[in-house]
T-cell receptor
Framework: EDKVVQSPLSLVVHEGDTVTLNCSYE??????LLWYKQEKKAPTFLFML????IEKKSGRLSSILDKKELFSILNITATQTGDSAVYLC??????????FGKGTSLLVTP | DAGVTQSPTHLIKTRGQQVTLRCSPK?????VSWYQQALGQGPQFIFQ???????QRGNFPDRFSGHQFPNYSSELNVNALLLGDSALYLC??????????????????FGSGTRLTVV
């Protein structure tokens, strides 16, 4: 059975800290790994990763995939209170379904 | 440009009742997927509709059924509600296949969901 595991499940940091969120997976015929940010309700897309070792960056956020070790990390530098959210990792195998992890709940305190 | 619209936003139902949730996809999108997100969990795939047909189904019982209309909007129906059906139900729409290719995953847009509480 396909599995996506995120760690830690929750995290509290101070503004300005750097955080690293982890996502490991066991998926048959991996296609892509996606990161979403969920504030309140609607998940919003952050990154899609398909190739190992290629870092994707968007402002203070970056992500990288290791297809040999079957994991991805999401880094957030100089955190702000607006970064407080649940960060979801999802993996797509053949087909149309996204297989999500439980998410990491991040709280950034002033 | 409207995003994905879901209705209602909140709903309270009694065990054994039936419920219908609605989703209007983002303009230009033709595929709709439904996900169930229980408290403290990640979204779980229920099914996907394309060209008014169920194209793929997750591990959910037959009590969960759906429909897609010619205008691409979709409904999720749940019969014989159980307490365990209480969750946030998310709808996601995506681009037409001809425009997607490798961009399929970029094309997913989620709605804000319907919070269903079964008492």
């Amino acid at each position: 059975e396909d599995k996506v595991v995120q760690s830690p499940l929750s995290l509290v940091v101070h503004e300005g800290d750097t955080v690293t969120l982890n996502c490991s997976y066991e998926v048959t015929n991996f296609r892509s790994l996606l990161w979403y940010k969920q504030e309140k309700k609607a998940p919003t897309f952050l990154f899609m990763l398909t190739s190992s070792g290629i870092e994707k960056k968007s402002g203070r956020l970056s992500s990288i995939l290791d297809k040999k070790e079957l994991f991805s990390i999401l880094n957030i530098t100089a955190t702000q209170t607006g970064d407080s959210a649940v960060y979801l990792c999802a993996v797509r195998a053949p087909g149309y379904a996204l297989n999500f992890g439980k998410g990491t709940s991040l709280l950034v305190t002033p | 440009d409207a995003g994905v619209t879901q209705s209602p936003t909140h709903l309270i139902k009694t065990r054994g009742q039936q419920v219908t949730l609605r989703c209007s996809p983002k303009s230009g999108h033709d595929t709709v997927s439904w996900y169930q997100q229980a408290l403290g969990q990640g979204p779980q795939f229920i099914f996907q509709y394309y060209e008014e047909e169920e194209r793929q189904r997750g591990n959910f019982p037959d009590r969960f059924s759906g429909h897609q209309f010619p205008n691409y909007s979709s409904e999720l129906n749940v019969n014989a509600l159980l307490l365990g059906d209480s969750a946030l139900y998310l709808c996601a729409s995506s681009l037409p296949l001809t425009l997607r290719g490798r961009a399929m995953d970029y094309g997913y847009t989620f709605g804000s969901g319907t919070r269903l509480t079964v008492v």
